[in-house]
């Protein structure tokens, strides 16, 4: 089918399947689906659309068919994204299992492990969470501790997790384990699938500046993983987990570039500007402007390494300085947020539901650079894998 | 549009660093400092241009040119960039040459744009009035008198205008519009002063007293003169932010080769991480500018009405970059950073004047927040 028809067809079928509940801009963090065993629908809309949307491969446009994707081209996809983002439908599903385990498991796993993870994560009905950081292995990921021992069919598991984002709401948790007790650090993690409904598995929220609570510490007490639910060889988890990472990194970024309030908005908001419209602070209004250049210089830079990626020339190392400056960026785009609303932005508790979201953002972006590796790891590996330099 | 170099591109590309490096590396810029050129670049090399076929690079075929568009052009500056080479190139086939395409009438751009191919003519824009650039502030008056003008207004640091042929003089009218005017630079009423800048370059400012001009002094192709003048600034800011770009580039790689090489504590000081996150948060805000100058470029080519956010936009990160830059690298470099023996000085003073010509990095972050509405 030419791109053209498939335009046309993907329109049509938008237009007679996103229910028009699903046509709206995401106000809150209730209106993202992330699916699982315990999802509650926010509406009958949002259920109602990820049905349609799974049924057709969609919630995963490119993977193949076989294992719950669409099977389209990554032109197809693009075209897809359009014409959703032409009606402002929502994305139907949201998920780690999507932008981390699936990548993975693609590249990683066996035909039968696809078989049995994908589907469920296309139709979202299984959330994973991530188990990599410990107390004691941060930015040195590799010295992490969680132990697996081999015993017959099965590891047995023991150790603690920090940082597990939503693990108090998944259902599965991809682990880093070190099965390897005699074998150089790098070379004795390996990547194991651990159902998390069973007693070994526990967890308990970390509460932050901001009031929320998306991370987790998840701990395991004699926790079970089946060896077949091992992903690639034994010993082969640092470079899956590596892989991933990218993968997380590139996550990040499209969330820095893409989010939410901006500073003139913001100004507007709390009456802050000329009649004409012009930002009445000229010294903010410059540090806006700056913003608003390294914004536009950020999304041609994204758009710049997506084109060369495909001309072979591949991201590699540079997702960290995509990472590293896409995080900084969204991070000063939030603090200009709060300096634009001024007192109005101080705002934590109220009787709108939206009182202190502003501030919420605010803090959450602080951990933008902390997250899925520090901007300084991010600077280290940048010094020596793009710049080669020598060291560490 | 497309951010990867096309096959065409490339070659450009490489054949304009090879020459470069050959023909006017930076002791050829050393050299016109030291005897104190008189306009502070070398005909010759400006000569070889021509043969290069980048003269004509904005020319038309019929007239002679090549017809590369802003984007061959931007590789060209970047080029020259790398090599602080010192050329009329910005100011004849870039800046006079669009000013004859968007302004000229047919026997202007028959009679004009043939010679700018060619590199038989230096000319040069005569457009600041003040110490910072400011295309408001334009107070040069072309009266009308008879069927021709009288110019009269002082310009300063007019690039090339030791060395130009003929000037393009920005004057406002007698409605306010803004004109472009051909003025012969050796015309009665005509004084020029040659002032020696801090990166080897000899710019002049211009008095005109009461000069007499004809009638086709004036380029009066355009049906709106004032947004022909508009986007003549927009395409040179894009094609000076590219020179900025090589600049930086340069800088940059000089630094990292240096700090490769030096030793201290018997161990290359690249192994420091203090110095390895300067490098590599450098190497971040080079992308960025890589990438602005490049759409703004290729933006100019394909979707001229779009261009004008993309371009000031360009200039004001290429400024910003191209001096951050050249600063880490004399840091980076420690004190033979300020010896007159290291290059990277001379990259820190071009970085400073070529960010200054159409508005630096404050002026043009000002025409962003205004284009988007704040």
Redesign the interface.
């Known amino acids: 089918m030419s791109l053209e028809n498939f335009r046309k067809e993907t329109k049509d079928w938008l237009e007679a399947n996103c229910p028009q509940g699903m046509r709206q801009p995401i106000k809150s963090e209730a209106d993202i689906c992330w699916g699982g065993r315990n999802w509650t629908f926010a509406s009958e809309d949002q259920k109602v659309w990820l049905e349609r949307m799974a049924e057709r491969g969609w919630t995963l446009p490119t993977w193949p068919k076989e294992y719950g994707g669409g099977g389209l081209s990554k032109e197809e996809a693009f075209v897809l994204k359009e014409e959703m983002k032409a009606i402002n439908a929502r994305s139907p599903l949201d998920s780690f299992g999507i932008w981390m385990l699936g990548p993975a498991l693609l590249k990683y796993g066996t035909h039968e492990q696809k078989l049995e993870f994908l589907p469920p994560i296309a139709r979202g009905e299984i959330r994973w969470c991530q188990g990599y950081s410990e107390p004691g292995a941060g930015s040195d990921l590799v010295s992490l501790r969680t132990k697996g021992v081999l015993e017959g069919d099965h590891y047995t598991v023991n150790g603690q997790k920090v940082w597990t984002s939503y693990a108090d709401k998944s259902d599965w948790i991809f682990a880093l384990v070190r099965t390897e007790a005699d074998a150089p650090k790098y070379n004795g993690i390996s990547f194991l699938l651990i159902d998390m409904d069973q007693p070994g598995v526990t967890t308990k929220p970390i509460k932050l500046i901001s009031g929320k609570s998306p991370f987790c510490e998840t701990f395991f007490d004699d926790a079970k993983a089946l060896v077949k639910n091992r992903v690639g060889e034994a010993g082969q988890g640092w470079e899956i987990a590596k892989y991933l990472l990218s993968h997380e990194r590139a996550g990040i970024v499209s969330e820095a570039a893409f989010g939410g309030l901006n500073p003139?908005t913001a100004?507007h908001q709390s009456g802050e500007?000329d009649a004409d419209?012009?930002?009445s602070d000229p010294i903010l209004?410059?540090d806006?402007?700056?913003l608003?250049?390294?914004g536009?210089?950020?999304d041609?830079?994204m758009?710049?390494v997506k084109?060369?990626a495909d001309?072979g020339e591949g991201v590699g190392a540079r997702a960290s300085?995509l990472k590293?400056?896409g995080t900084e960026l969204n991070k000063r785009r939030n603090e200009l947020n709060m300096s634009a609303l001024g007192y109005d932005g101080l705002l934590w508790e109220g009787e709108k539901e939206s009182d202190g979201e502003v501030a919420r953002s605010w803090l959450r972006s602080r951990a933008n650079s902390i997250e899925g590796g520090t901007s300084?790891i991010n600077?280290?590996i940048?010094?020596?894998r793009?710049?080669n330099?020598?060291?560490a | 549009m497309s951010f990867v170099l096309n096959e065409d591109e490339q070659m450009l590309r490489d054949s304009a660093r090879a020459f470069l490096a050959e023909s006017a590396p930076v002791t050829a810029l050393r050299a016109l400092r030291d005897e104190k050129s008189p306009t502070g670049f070398s005909s010759e090399l400006w000569s070889s241009f021509a043969e290069m076929g980048w003269s004509g690079v904005l020319v038309s075929e019929d007239h002679g040119g090549v017809d590369m568009g802003y984007a061959a052009a931007g590789l060209v500056l970047e080029e020259m960039g790398r090599t602080l080479a010192s050329s009329p190139f910005l100011s004849t086939s870039v800046l006079a040459a669009t000013a004859f395409n968007l302004a000229g009438t047919d026997a202007q751009k028959s009679k004009w744009l043939p010679r700018i191919a060619a590199g038989e003519t230096v000319i040069a824009i005569a457009l600041d009035e003040r110490a910072r650039h400011n295309p408001d502030h334009i107070e040069t008056r072309a009266k009308k008198d008879g069927n021709g003008f009288v110019l009269s207004g002082k310009k300063r640091f007019v690039n090339e205008g030791a060395g130009a042929d003929l000037l393009i003089v920005v004057a406002r009218m007698d409605d306010d519009q803004i004109g472009l005017f051909m003025v012969d630079p050796k015309a009665n009423g005509v004084s020029r002063e040659d002032r020696r800048t801090v990166d080897s370059h000899v710019p002049a400012d211009f008095t005109f007293d009461d000069v007499k001009l004809d009638g086709d002094a004036f380029l009066s192709g355009a049906d709106d003169s004032d947004a022909a003048y508009r986007r003549l600034l927009d395409a040179g800011r894009a094609c000076q932010a590219a020179e900025s770009l090589g600049v930086a580039e340069q800088a940059f790689d000089d630094t990292i080769a240096y700090i490769s090489e030096r030793e201290q504590f018997g161990v290359p000081i690249s192994s420091f991480q203090g110095l390895q996150h300067r490098a590599a948060h450098l190497l971040g805000e080079l992308e960025l500018a890589r990438s602005l100058v490049r759409r703004a470029l290729t933006t100019l080519d394909t979707q001229p009405s779009q261009a004008p956010l993309w371009c000031v936009a360009a200039k004001a990160k290429a400024t910003q970059v191209s001096r951050l830059a050249a600063a880490e690298g004399i840091q980076m470099h420690g004190g033979v950073g300020m010896t007159d023996e290291y290059d990277i000085g001379l990259y820190y003073k071009r970085a400073q004047a070529a960010g200054e010509f159409l508005g630096d990095d404050a002026f043009n972050a000002g025409e962003v927040a205004r284009m988007s509405g704040y």
Do not use: C, S
Request: a positive charge.
């Open positions: 003139v100004a500007v419209g012009k930002m209004r410059g806006v402007a700056r608003t250049i390294d536009l210089a950020f041609a830079t758009r710049r084109e060369e001309h300085l590293y400056m300084e600077l280290n940048v010094a020596k793009v710049l330099l020598p060291g």
